[in-house]
């Protein structure tokens, strides 16, 4: 599959690898490969990103993945559906943090992967990389841009497309700034790497 990736996919891919690295997390999460496409310039990704304003609000979306890993990962709607049967997730973290210290919640920061010198990919993100072939196959497309990416991400339910959807990047938002008339600025992106 990562010989149908463009250049600018393989370069999020790498850049998510490279912003694991920066946190030392472990692993390759979906937050890792938005971070990267974030990053990236001149595709058609970014034109959409730009577009909804992504770039101007990544303190934002920064923060709120903080709150989400606070919360150990779980999704706004899961913390309102805890909520509905009385489970109220704030008090939880607040009791958790005063025990253990802020941030204990959050995603496992040791290093496990001393020995192999590589991080692994989520099974989480592994989905949004299988899914990003299956929105192109869906557009009609032979390759895997940036944009499959970003669309596979806002598709994947889970803590990033919360996030995104947060910041009005929905599947359908995303679909509309990348098919807008102004949308085919970035089409030099489309070339495959060799």
Known sequence: MFERFTRGA????????AQAERVGADS???EHLLL???EQEGGRASFAVTALGLHDRRGSLDAAFAEARR?????????????DIGIDIG???SRVESAH????LAADRGSRRWWSGHRA?????????ENSLRVALGRGDRFIGEEHLLLALTAKPGVVADVLAEHGATYATVQRALDGPDADGGQEGHAKAG
Do not use: M, N
Not at 10 to 17: D, E, H, I, M, N
Not at 101 to 104: K, L, Q, S
Not at 121 to 129: D, Q
């Open 10 to 17: 393989r370069a999020t891919v790498k850049g998510a690898v």
């Open 28 to 30: 390759v999460t979906e």
């Open 36 to 38: 990267a496409l974030l």
């Open 71 to 83: 919360r150990g990962g779980l999704t706004k709607a899961d913390t309102d559906a805890l909520a």
């Open 91 to 93: 008090a939880i973290v």
């Open 101 to 104: 210290g802020e941030g204990a």
């Open 121 to 129: 990919f989520t099974p989480g993100a592994k989905t949004v990389l």
